[in-house]
């Protein structure tokens, strides 16, 4: 519920300014007040009335404007929030917040504004994934601004991929987190999860029996906790939470760089099955049976994401949590781990498939950490999720 909470809602010039519309509605069903400011692109896209209609509120939309700025000062105007929302945050938006210009009525309240911010990045697939919007969004991040998606998907452009912003409700579970002075508030936490797939030629890979539904539940139960999440996942069965920013990858050297490029975060939680090995020359073409033989498979051993991060002698996360699936000596296994790889905490599981785990809607887990070895009941993983939520909390505090 977001009932007495303030928003200042920045609409800029992008398709996906039609969303902000319902994200209007949807925030005042939560009882939230929204007051909107409306960019000179932004009116392109949706008109002045639709926007001040459905807020219920005087909208605004010049900087010079006489009889705005008796009546309410834009400084004011920037302070009266418990949150200021951009979305769509378009990437001419994003590049001036992030240069700090004050050009117009939005961008001088972002630089006026001493309340917190949260972007909807919404634009092209090429214009999100360009050098200048991927260092535009690591200096948003680093002045503490909280990003919610973009997800991948069709664009209005008829291209696909990351890019195209958030649903409504999505903002709105991200804006509750935010706002409901959760403990993880202001925290980056990344989350990896699902299994990777190796390629063996363009039709065959490699994989693991992991369905993501353990990481997914995590990232979730720390959105919950108001932790900025990037989960990073790859090909899982069970569709990525809402209210994080998704990043999908498919091979573990895909994995790695994806966790590189969402670094620095506050802490870390490696749930991803990441294959050990991959093909060393996955065939560009399609392998065919032959008179000569079996085709060799040649192997490489894949990058250890977890022990890189654990390891990392600048910039470590201040909490990195490993996990570890074995189907014998569990606890003698995972304590080794845990050491071999540096991290801080291995929560380990059974995966033998007489205990249903993998792919299952259970966990029976031990958290392994300085401490010793902790056994928690077998429990859903969502329990499971937020148990090790709360525990991480309580370790950044
Ligand atoms: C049809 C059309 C759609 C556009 N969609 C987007 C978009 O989704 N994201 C984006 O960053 N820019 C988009 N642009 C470009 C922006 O409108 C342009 O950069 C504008 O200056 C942004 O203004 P703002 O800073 O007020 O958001 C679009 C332009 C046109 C003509």
Known sequence: ?????????????????????????RLRERGATVTPVLTRAGEEFVTPLSVSALAGQRLYRDLFDLGDEAEMGH???SRVADLVVVAPATADLMAKMAGGLANDLASTLLLATDTPVMIAPAMNVRMWEHAATQRNLATLRGDGITVVGPNDGDMACGEFGPGRMSEPLEIVAAIEARLNDGPLNGRRILVTSGPTHEPIDPVRYIANRSSGAQGTAIASALAALGADVVFVTGPADVPPPSGVQVVRVETALQMQEAVNAALP??????????????????????????????PMLEFAENPDILKSVSQMTQGRPKLVVGFAAETNDVIENATAKRLRKGCDWIVANDVSPATGIMGGGENAVTLISDDGAEDWPRMGKDQVAKQLA???AEALK
């Open 1 to 25: 519920m977001l009932a007495g909470k303030h928003i200042l809602l920045i609409i800029g010039g992008g398709i996906a300014a039609f969303k902000s519309l319902d994200l209007i509605r």
């Open 75 to 77: 400084i004011q105007l």
């Open 265 to 294: 975060v506050d802490a870390g939680v490696f749930a991803a099955a990441v294959a050990d090995w991959r093909v060393t020359s996955a065939s560009d073409r399609k392998l065919k049976k032959s008179k000569d033989g079996l």
């Open 390 to 392: 709360a525990r991480i």
